[in-house]
Each structure stands twice: as structure tokens, then as C-alpha cells.
């Protein structure tokens, strides 16, 4: 019972923590439902007194915030299958394949994972521009299809599989491919949810290179239309950006309280060896 | 073991068919899968790795025919020019913060939650995640407007003491601040459940062990599980600047461009702006290829510590 | 200072995790100095949950537990001064074989010289003082567990607590290993409890046994007297290689007679004492007490020999009798392939008799085995 006293002050300090973390979406939340007029007077309130739609309404009159969406999943979505796709490929490359070289070359896959965006940003830019997929959801998704992390991770997870299953199916003399499909990626299923959950909502989350590659407004993804709003349109009308920022986090949200458990036991174990 | 693995291996070979022979079928199958990814690493990184050190060597404006070659006087105007010198100078700030917020302050709570409390850890790890799943755009115009000196809610707060919260756009090392900020908003969750897990790991017969020496805890957090989570830490600690200093990009271009006057800028959103917005391809070129060298050798203090660690822990 | 003069008591201890079920029942016991006690029992018996207990590293949700006299409940580790050897030795893999000796010292600001004599010594009676410098990681398990051992004799412990410490030896080298801590303990006298599910183990090291099951102690004895004299079905069973034989038998008109009606014995007047009239009970012999001949004997029952497996030391002969029981008997010599009838006697001086519906042992301890 001395115990959970003193415990008392710890928790006092983390639900703080939780407060500085939880608090602005609420604002967030709140602001969406608010008048501009109410935003102003009523800073400090959470909850509106006059909650309206107002706000969502502009957005998809004024912005058309719906094509914005689309933009966003379809980019999200393809950046997501080529990762996942070309990581569980490499990752069973590693595991089951032993070739000269192989430590050296695992070496430089992991290494890109250090290679910062700025020094390769000018000439995908530049053989994005020449292939014609500026503006296209295609050029921003092109260069980012492949992430060595999710190798790594595949690879740990795939490493976790008993060896006596893929033995016995060789002895059986069962193909490498066929083993791959029917037994490797089945038993990777938890693996590629939560990967691929994580690899999902950052590249919804995305603003670097899609600032770069798309300039016109109705390529924009989320990110963008958000940040143009805020620099350019006015962002004096918080209501309104405070909508669209709502709109933003929800399907990451929604896939984090669907997979929350997996999502997180993936990136616990991400540091561990 | 050896002798039974042997076995499978001849057995493998005995029943694969009709293929193509030998060596040439085990240079082939590998190949394949790893195809795909080499290919598209290859295309979009390790080929642009070398284009840009070619690029830092020339005058350009990513637009005209031609480049004029000018040797290493990029290189040198990295080092000698007073905005990139102050560029340089703010990165290092940056570095600083961002090991506090983004490494210290997480470690410390890790440590809180694991071994200072009893219940409620799973909790606390879904609740601090949270910020991690928004985009960094959304943190930097929340911040803005909760900071904002005129009409965000800390600002009014401040204001029922008397106080006055500063215009800090109008401050380098204010913004910078106010930016590592939003990043530690984000990246916090995130960092916290790997130190945390890392902590986890640690045997608990080696904590009841310590405890039947009559340790006491913080001694036993000292000497013994910050030592053994070490390759988490460095892990954790490189993640820290490496992934930091690209996430601050994204509240730089949106809050302050890099302003004022640079003030808030860092080398990375230096090397961005001479890119695109200035238009001086050579001097962006050399920057990135300096910041690659610094960060291969955080890869090389990551592999040197954490790869070695793992092994003595076996 | 010391109440009763016992190392450790427990008394009337209760374990629960979930305020429903118990996973320690309201445990008594009682340990005297210098007392090498064992902990028997299979896996999640509350063996080692009692263990922790006593350690201090788990609170009894009911009862007391005394060490040396006074309540546990109260003390810090280092008032308890108990040392304790994990199956996985629980080094510290970050310091070397002295500075894990060292550390508890270190912490108690024992000064350096101190420490230093103290530590060669123990480095030496350990047969450790070559490898001080080395780390967890480099040494084997045998090694491992000295430096254990060590850490507890740096603390002046008077109370070891071991918690299956040689499970994870090859099982070539675990010999040698017990005996180094017999000859610990026959050295330096410390209280000792260890926890063990290998009754073989068991019974070599133990002053005293205490079979543990379900939370609570089935009996706790010497080793000879758990042999002979089990107190229940439990204890019969869990103690001794190979298990006892146990039989469903009926005593009527003074015979033990097996479920198909055949004769198998006419007990002697102290064991008819304790047996009531028409009733079912089980009877117990080790197959060491079921002897074998090739041609009648008085007071055999017939037996069809099944199965032969040597040994080496032994031949052990699984047997059909009754119908449809089998029994298993331990021979020095049988001929080879020798399958097919036999009679057998028991050692009416060996036998056990349990109450089918309690398991309790029917016949006194004691005063049975005057043999008529």
C-alpha cells in the first residue's frame, strides 16, 4: 500500500505528459466546430457552445477537399504495396539464399536507410521532371517504393519463423517461391499488417517530397492543401484550417485504433535485435 | 547439427529437377527477389548519392543547358561563407535540442514508467503515441496558432499573469526552440516506446538479484540496465538526429522559411533552399554531400556500438 | 533473539495472484540452521513461488514468514542478508566475475581491503581465482554458478536459496557440481533451500524433502522415510525411478485380492489392524519389491512377462496380472527373451496400502514394519 502512494506523484507527472500531448487535438477538434467569430471570443472554451459544419461545408466547396483525399490514399496506398511487396521479396532474399557478399550487400541496403533526402532530392527531381511525372501522384510515389526498413524489419520477423518448416518443405522438394507464398507470408500476416499500417500513415503524413514534386493545386495531397491554406489563403481563419487538419488525421486515427496493438508491438520490437 | 544440415542441403540438391544446373541456379534465385529493391535503392538512392557529388562541382541552375565547372569552391564556400556558417552553427543548436527533447526527455520517462510505476505502462504507451501518427504539418499549425503571442490560448493564459508571450517568428533561436518543439510533439511517443521496450528487456532475474543485494533502484539503473540497454540507447540516440533534422524541414518550410534571415535555418533546409528556391544547384550539391559524410559517420558510431553490444549481450 | 531457533518458518502462508484461486494453501514449515532443505515437486507446483517468498522478492497474501526468528514482512533485503542462485545464475553481464562478487559490498560501502581479502578468499574456495576478470559471457555453466554461489558468501548470508540451479548443467558435469555444494555446505554450514522437480536430485542432496503439490506440502521428511513411508498416493508416485506399481486391490476374508479375484497376498495381523473389511483400497509396490521366479512359489499369483528393457544396471519387466493391470518389476538377472508367465511375490514388509477416495497412506508409519 506504501507503494501505490508514492506512486501517485509519477503519475501525476505522466498524465501531465498526456495532457500536453492529448490537449492541442482537442483544441483542434473543438476549433473545427467553431465559427470564426466563436474562435475568437471563446479561445479557451473545448467545447463550442454553437458547434457547426460550416467549416467542413467550405471545404469541400472551396477546396475541393475530397479529390485532395483521393490524391492522398491513391499515393498512400501505392507507396504502401511497393514497400511491403519489394521488402517481404528482399527479406526472403536474405533469409533463405546464402551467396558471396551477402553480409556486404545487406550492409549497403541498411545503409540507405542513413542517406538524407537532400542528397538525392535534385536528381529524383530531376528524372521525375524528365519522365513526365511532375504533378503526378505516380512521381511522388516512384522513388519511395522501396524501404530498406521494412527489409529489416521483414527480415526479423521472417527470421522468427521456426527453420524446421521451410527445411522440411525443401526436403519435400517444395519450390522457393511456392514456400514464400504458402508459408512464409501467411505466417507474416501480424508482420505486414503493422508494417504496413506504419508505412500507410507516413506516407499519408508526407510533406517533403510531394512539396517538391507537386506544384499544381489539384495534385495536391493533404499535407500541401494544408500548409497552402495556412501561407497563402488567410490562415487567419483557424476554424477552417483546423478543419481540414481534423479531415487529415482521421484515417490514421481510425487505423490506429483498429491495429493500435499490432502497430505498436512492431515498433517495440524494432529496436531489439 | 552440421552433419544433419548437410543432409538436408544434398537431399535439396538431389530432388531439384530438371533446371538449370548448379552454381548458375543459386546465382540466379537469389537475384530475383532481391531484384526489386536493388533496383528501385539503386535507381533513386545510390545513383543520386553520386550525381549529386558530381553536381557539387559545377555551377548550375538545375535549368540551363550547360554547367560551368568551378572545382571545389563549393566546397569551400561551405565552410567560409558567413550563412553557411551560421547555418552550420544553427544545426549544431538543433542537435543539441533535439538530443534533449527527442532523447533525454523520453529515456527519463522510460525509465519512470518502467520501473517507478505499476500499473497503467500499456496505457501511457498508447496515449503518448498519439502525436506520432499526424503529420508534422498538422503539429506546426496547431503550434503556431497555440503560440501565437496575439490570439493562441497560451498567449491568453499568459496574459491573466501579466505576462506577455514574445513574437518568437521574429527570433532565430526562439523559432528554433518553438520548432524542436513541435518535432519533440511528434517524435516523443514514438522514441518512448523504443527506449521503454529496450528497458523491458531486461531480465527480471537480474533485477531480483540486485534487489536481494539491496541495491537500490537508482543504483541499479546506473550501473546495471543503462549499461546493458546501451544498443538501444545509441540506436535510439542516432535515430534521434538523423530522422530530426529532416522532420524539422517540414515546421520550417511552413512556419518560418528558415527565418529570420537564416536564424532558424539548418543545414538541411539550406541545402533545400540554394536548391529550389535560389536556384544555385552547386553550393545545394556540395552542402548535401557534406551532410551525407556526417551522417555515414553516425552509421558507422550506430554499427560500431549497437552491433557490437548485441554481441557481448549473447 | 532467535524465538524457536529456526532458520526460516513459515506459518499459515497463502499465495494468491487473483484474490479467487491459491496458489500457495496456507503453508506451514519450519527450517533448522544449518538445514539443507529441498523443495520437490512438478512443474507449477508453487515451489519457487514459495522461494521468492522467503527471498522478499513476492509478499504472502496471508500468513507470516519468520527468518531467523523475527517477521520478514518488515525487513529490507539487507536485514534479511539472504542469497539466492537463479536457474540463469542472474550475473550481471556488464561486470566482471570479481566486480559481480563485489557489487553487494560496494553498495554496503564495505572499505576496499575489505573487501579484497574477503573476495580472494572466496575467489579460492571456489576454485574462481583465475577467471575474475572475466565477464558472465565467457564463462560456462558451471563456472556461472559458483560465481553465484560466490556473490551469496561475499553477503555473509547464513540463508542460500536455490532455485533449480543445475538444470541448465549438462547433465555429465551435474554430478560433480552437486558435489561441490555438499561440500559447501558441509564447509561453511549454511542454511540451504533448494528447489528442484528431479526427485533424484533430490534425494541425493536433501537433509529433508518437502513434496510440494497444488500449493502445499504433501509431506516433508527425510529421504529414506519418503521412500518407505509416503504419507499419500502424491508422494508414493512422485518419488522413486521407476514409479511405484500401484494396484487397485480388495481385502476381504483376510486376502488382498486383485480386481479379476486372484490371491495376491495374506497380510500379517499389523497390517489387518488397519484395514476394515470388504473394502477397495490401493496397494503399492515399488518394482524393486515385486520378485519374479520361473515356477510356483507359495503365495504367488501369475503374471505374463510382456516386454524386457535392460538397463544396464537393471532389467525392468513390464508384466500383465490380473486381467488387464500390468505391473513392473526390477530384476539384477533374467534370461534373455524370456516373455511369457511367471509367478511373482511381493515383500509383504514393502508393501503400501492407500485409501482409494483420500489417497492417504492407511497403515501407520511406524509400527508396521515389524516384520512377523
Not at chain 1, 38 to 66: A, G, M, V
Not at chain 1, 214 to 230: C, G, R, V
Amino acid at each position: 500500500m506504501l507503494s501505490e502512494r508514492r506512486h501517485i506523484g509519477w503519475h501525476v507527472l505522466l498524465l501531465l505528459i498526456c495532457l500536453c500531448v492529448i490537449v492541442p487535438v482537442l483544441f483542434m477538434i473543438s476549433n473545427s466546430f467553431k465559427t470564426l467569430q466563436e474562435s475568437y471570443h471563446s479561445i479557451l472554451q473545448l467545447i463550442p457552445s454553437h458547434p457547426t459544419l460550416s467549416n467542413y461545408r467550405t471545404l469541400d466547396k472551396q477546396i475541393n477537399i475530397l479529390r485532395m483525399v483521393g490524391n492522398t490514399f491513391l499515393m498512400a496506398t501505392l507507396v504502401t504495396l511497393g514497400k511491403v511487396l519489394t521488402g517481404l521479396l528482399a527479406a526472403y532474399g536474405f533469409l533463405n539464399f546464402h551467396f558471396k557478399g551477402k553480409r556486404v550487400v545487406y550492409f549497403l541496403f541498411v545503409a540507405t536507410i542513413f542517406v538524407p533526402f537532400t542528397t538525392v532530392m535534385i536528381p529524383n527531381y530531376l528524372v521525375i521532371s524528365k519522365m513526365n511525372l511532375l504533378n503526378n501522384v505516380l512521381g511522388v510515389a516512384l522513388p519511395q517504393m522501396c524501404d530498406a526498413t521494412g527489409i529489416m524489419l521483414f527480415l526479423k520477423a521472417m527470421e522468427r519463423v521456426p527453420k524446421s518448416l521451410t527445411e522440411s518443405a525443401k526436403v519435400d522438394g517444395i519450390p522457393d517461391r511456392r514456400i514464400f507464398c504458402n508459408i512464409i507470408v501467411p505466417l507474416l500476416k501480424p508482420n505486414i499488417i503493422s508494417v504496413g499500417a506504419i508505412f500507410f500513415i507516413n506516407s499519408w503524413n508526407e510533406y517533403v517530397w510531394p512539396t517538391l514534386i507537386l506544384k499544381d493545386k489539384s495534385s495536391f495531397t493533404l499535407p500541401l492543401a494544408l500548409q497552402n491554406y495556412i501561407s497563402s489563403e488567410g490562415g487567419t481563419n483557424f476554424p477552417l484550417a483546423m478543419a481540414l487538419a481534423v479531415i487529415m488525421i482521421v484515417p490514421p486515427l481510425l487505423i490506429y485504433i483498429v491495429f493500435q496493438r499490432y502497430i505498436l508491438s512492431s515498433i517495440s520490437n524494432s529496436g531489439l535485435k | 547439427m552440421i552433419n544433419n544440415s548437410s543432409q538436408v542441403q544434398n537431399k535439396i540438391a538431389s530432388r531439384s529437377g530438371p533446371e538449370i544446373t548448379g552454381r548458375f541456379r543459386y546465382r540466379l534465385k537469389p537475384l530475383m527477389y532481391l531484384l526489386p529493391s536493388a533496383l528501385l535503392l539503386f535507381v533513386f538512392i545510390v545513383i543520386p548519392i553520386g550525381y549529386t557529388f558530381y553536381l557539387s562541382f559545377f555551377n548550375w541552375n538545375l535549368i540551363a543547358p550547360t554547367k560551368e565547372f568551378v572545382g571545389l569552391q563549393n566546397y569551400i564556400s561551405v565552410f567560409t561563407d558567413p550563412t553557411n556558417q551560421k547555418v552550420m552553427l544553427n544545426t549544431v543548436i538543433y542537435i543539441i535540442l533535439l538530443l534533449i527533447l527527442n532523447f533525454i526527455f523520453p529515456y527519463l520517462i522510460s525509465l519512470i514508467v518502467n520501473f517507478f510505476i505499476g500499473k497503467m505502462k500499456g496505457a501511457y504507451k498508447v496515449l503518448f503515441f498519439i502525436p506520432s501518427l499526424f503529420s508534422l504539418v498538422v503539429g506546426a499549425m496547431l503550434f503556431s496558432w497555440i503560440l501565437n503571442p496575439v490570439s493562441g490560448p497560451a498567449a491568453l493564459m499568459l496574459r491573466n499573469f501579466g505576462m506577455k508571450l514574445p513574437q518568437w517568428t521574429n527570433s532565430g533561436s526562439m523559432a528554433i526552440i518553438v520548432i524542436c518543439l513541435i518535432t519533440n510533439w511528434k517524435v516523443f511517443g514514438y522514441n518512448f516506446i523504443l527506449l521503454l521496450t529496450g528497458l523491458g528487456a531486461v531480465p527480471r532475474n537480474i533485477l531480483d538479484a540486485a534487489a536481494l543485494d539491496g541495491v537500490p533502484k537508482w543504483r541499479v539503473i546506473w550501473n546495471i540496465v543503462l549499461p546493458m540497454n546501451r544498443g538501444v540507447a545509441i540506436y535510439v540516440l542516432i535515430l534521434t538526429i538523423v530522422q530530426g533534422l529532416q522532420y524539422v524541414f517540414t515546421p520550417l518550410n511552413v512556419i518560418t522559411q528558415g527565418g529570420p534571415y537564416y536564424g532558424s535555418s539548418n543545414i538541411l533546409y539550406h541545402t533545400y533552399l540554394n536548391a529550389f528556391v535560389l536556384y544555385k544547384t552547386g553550393s545545394a550539391s556540395a552542402l548535401a554531400t557534406v551532410t551525407f559524410m556526417i551522417f555515414l559517420v553516425l552509421l558507422f558510431v550506430e554499427i560500431k556500438f549497437v552491433e557490437g553490444r548485441n554481441r557481448d549481450v549473447e | 533473539m532467535e524465538t524457536n531457533g529456526f532458520s526460516v518458518e513459515l506459518k499459515d502462508v497463502s499465495k494468491s495472484y487473483n484474490k479467487k484461486t491459491n496458489v500457495i494453501n496456507e503453508m506451514n514449515l519450519s527450517v533448522r540452521p544449518g538445514e539443507f532443505l529441498v523443495f520437490l515437486g512438478p512443474s507449477g507446483c508453487g515451489k519457487s513461488t514459495t522461494l521468492r517468498m522467503i527471498a522478499g522478492l513476492e509478499n504472502p497474501t496471508g500468513g507470516h514468514i519468520l527468518i531467523n526468528g523475527h517477521d520478514s514482512a518488515a525487513m529490507t533485503s539487507r536485514q534479511r542478508n539472504i542469497a539466492m542462485v537463479f536457474q540463469d545464475y542472474a550475473l550481471y553481464p556488464n561486470m566482471t566475475v570479481y566486480q559481480n562478487l563485489e557489487y553487494a559490498l560496494r553498495v554496503r560501502k564495505v572499505p576496499k581491503k575489505t573487501r579484497q581479502q574477503r573476495l580472494s578468499t572466496i575467489l579460492a574456495s571456489l576454485n574462481l581465482s583465475d577467471y575474475k576478470d572475466r565477464y558472465p559471457a565467457q564463462l560456462s555453466g558451471g563456472q556461472k554458478q559458483r560465481v553465484a554461489l560466490g556473490r551469496g558468501m561475499a553477503k555473509k548470508s547464513n540463508i542460500f536459496l536455490l532455485d533449480e540451479p543445475l538444470s541448465n548443467i549438462d547433465v555429465q558435469l551435474r554430478e560433480k557440481a552437486r558435489d561441490q555444494l555438499l561440500q559447501l555446505h558441509a564447509e561453511n554450514g549454511q542454511t540451504i533451500i533448494y528447489v528442484t522437480h528431479d526427485q533424484q536430485e533430490a534425494m541425493a542432496l536433501g537433509d529433508r524433502i518437502a513434496v510440494i503439490n497444488d500449493g502445499k506440502i504433501q509431506m516433508i521428511d527425510t529421504p529414506d522415510n519418503l521412500y518407505r513411508h509416503p504419507t499419500n498416493l502424491f508422494v508414493a508416485q512422485f518419488v522413486g525411478t521407476p514409479q511405484i506399481n500401484i494396484l487397485p486391490v480388495n481385502f476381504s476374508n483376510h486376502q488382498l485380492t486383485g480386481v479379476d479375484g486372484t490371491v495376491i497376498s495374506r497380510p500379517g495381523k499389523n497390517i489387518r489392524a488397519n484395514l476394515d473389511e470388504d473394502q477397495s483400497y490401493l496397494l503399492g509396490i515399488r518394482p524393486e519389491n515385486v520378485h519374479l521366479h520361473d515356477e510356483q512359489v507359495s503365495g504367488s499369483f501369475p503374471v505374463e512377462v510382456q516386454t524386457i528393457v535392460d538397463y544396464g544396471r537393471y532389467k525392468q519387466l513390464t508384466c500383465k496380472a490380473f486381467g488387464e493391470k500390468f505391473i513392473k518389476a526390477v530384476v539384477n538377472q533374467w534370461p534373455k527373451n524370456a516373455t511369457g508367465t511367471a509367478c511373482a511375490t511381493l515383500d509383504e514388509s514393502a508393501m503400501l496400502l492407500f485409501d482409494p477416495n483420500t489417497n492417504q497412506n492407511v497403515l501407520d508409519a511406524q509400527s508396521n514394519y515389524v516384520l512377523e
